[in-house]
């Protein structure tokens, strides 16, 4: 690996003799680590990430795309110094009803986040870039959740809902310097000037949304590089500027993880993962234009049982809310629905709540939504199990040859873990999995 010149240089300055440890450390394979959902009982590996419950480190690194389970969204592959995420959630936002993920393609904190913060707590997980958006949806839809919004915003378009959150969670786009042994595209992105330009963006980011966070709500601020600049210096901008008081995280006897000034580091040659920083602010100004009056929001919505059509059962149906858009049914929690309403109502929303299916016709099409969802009653509908063979056929979206069953809509099951729809015909099954997340690998 080589290291441009003036990284070195200022990284010896940050480190001092301790560089050279941390060189050897990008030049060693990465760790591999995955965190496994409440989906089922499943016990990777013996060797536990310190700071996530649920996080497990692997032998080696499998290929996830020939796993079955990895896209019935079992587990998620993330490092596992973002995991420590886990401790600022446990410690100062547990109890939270509205949280924003900012910058949460691909969608590791964001999962992370619908894991731990209450089942009733609204997370809006949003990002910039379209093409990365679509990501982030597919992800979200296989990890489960009901209760998520996938938005395609600006930071500044959060204004639109003064107070709304009583957490934010920026990943901040950053140089990439924690990330140099894995993607060595950004060893060569890399470059002074670029920090320089990171540092003003991530300001503008924070800036642009902090109007969203209400007063005393909490501001998760993280990046993956190891300069002061995009990290504690940031953060001082944060409190000097915004209006903000650093809070402390109990580290719990993690010694390996480095405690600054501003914040939290994780450095490969002291900690079993990436470079990453991450701090937690409470907010102490005000809100300067608070939200006032609400839109009408159930303005157009019809309600579903009203049209005469019976969706597919969700676990406990008492406690949501269906209803007919366009063409599609859609599934809400009766509890925070308004919530819902009104960010679709001011944001670019893709992606909410469960699509339960379509209408075409006279038919009703069950949606992958329902099928990869927590919430959904699996008892309530004709299932197959398949093996290997077929759940990899399946996934790359060829037809199938099931079992003898009835004819319809059938659940397609991979050790007991549903991974979509077929609708069996008699003579073939037509096989429902979306065209866009089939395998295209030859396995």
């Not at 040659?269 to 939200?291: A, C, D, M, R």
């Not at 009056?293 to 019809?302: F, H, L, R, S, V």
């Not at 509890?335 to 109502?345: A, H, R, T, Y």
């Not at 549903?418 to 096989?431: A, D, E, F, L, Q």
């Amino acid at each position: 690996m080589i290291l441009p010149e003036t990284f070195i240089k200022r990284t010896k300055n940050l480190l001092g003799d301790e560089f050279w440890a941390l060189k050897q450390a990008l030049e060693s394979n990465p760790p591999t680590s995955i965190r496994v959902n409440d989906k089922m009982e499943y016990i990777p590996s013996n060797e536990r990430v310190d700071w996530c419950e649920k996080g497990y480190y692997l032998k080696e690194r499998p290929l996830f795309t020939a796993d079955p389970l990895f896209h019935a969204g079992v587990y998620y592959v993330q490092d596992a110094s973002s995991m420590f995420l886990y401790q600022a959630v446990k410690q100062h936002f547990s109890n939270a009803s509205k949280v924003l993920d900012l910058c949460a393609a691909p969608g590791g904190k964001s999962t992370l986040l619908t894991q731990y913060l209450p089942v009733s707590c609204l997370l809006v997980s949003n990002e910039i870039i379209r093409s990365r958006a679509y990501i982030l949806a597919e992800n979200i839809i296989k990890w489960g959740d009901a209760n998520v919004i996938v938005t395609n915003n600006e930071a500044k378009d959060f204004a639109e809902v003064p107070g709304f959150f009583d957490a934010i969670v920026i990943d901040a786009p950053c140089s990439g310097e924690g990330m140099f042994r894995k993607d060595a595209g950004a060893i060569q992105e890399w470059s002074e000037y670029n920090v320089r330009l990171c540092v003003q963006r991530q300001r503008k980011i924070v800036a642009g949304v902090w109007e969203a966070l209400k007063t005393e709500g909490i501001l998760v601020y993280c990046t993956c590089t190891f300069n002061r600049e995009e990290n504690e210096e940031n953060v001082q901008w944060i409190c000097e500027n915004l209006g903000a008081e650093l809070l402390k995280i109990d580290v719990k006897g993690n010694h390996d993880i480095t405690i600054t000034d501003f914040g939290y580091r994780f450095y490969p040659h002291k900690t079993k993962g990436e470079g990453f920083f991450l701090t937690v602010l409470q907010k102490k100004s005000e809100i300067s234009s608070p939200l006032k009056n609400k839109k009408d929001i159930k303005k157009g919505i019809k309600s579903f049982n009203k049209i005469g059509i019976s969706p597919l059962l969700l676990i406990e149906p008492e406690r949501w809310i269906t209803f007919k858009d366009n063409n599609s049914i859609k599934a809400y929690y009766k509890k925070g629905f308004d919530d819902f309403m009104l960010i679709e109502n001011h944001l670019k929303c893709m992606h909410s709540g469960i699509l339960l299916g379509e209408i075409k016709g006279t038919d009703f099409i069950p949606s992958v939504c329902t099928a990869l969802s927590k919430e959904f009653d699996i008892e309530s509908c004709e299932n197959v199990e398949v093996d290997y063979k077929n759940a990899i056929s399946y996934l790359r979206k060829e037809a199938i040859q099931l079992p003898q069953s009835k004819r319809g809509y059938i659940l397609v099951c991979y050790k007991s873990q549903p991974i979509g729809w077929v609708k069996n015909v008699g003579s073939r099954c037509n096989n429902l999995y979306p065209q866009e997340w089939r395998i295209r690998m030859k396995i």
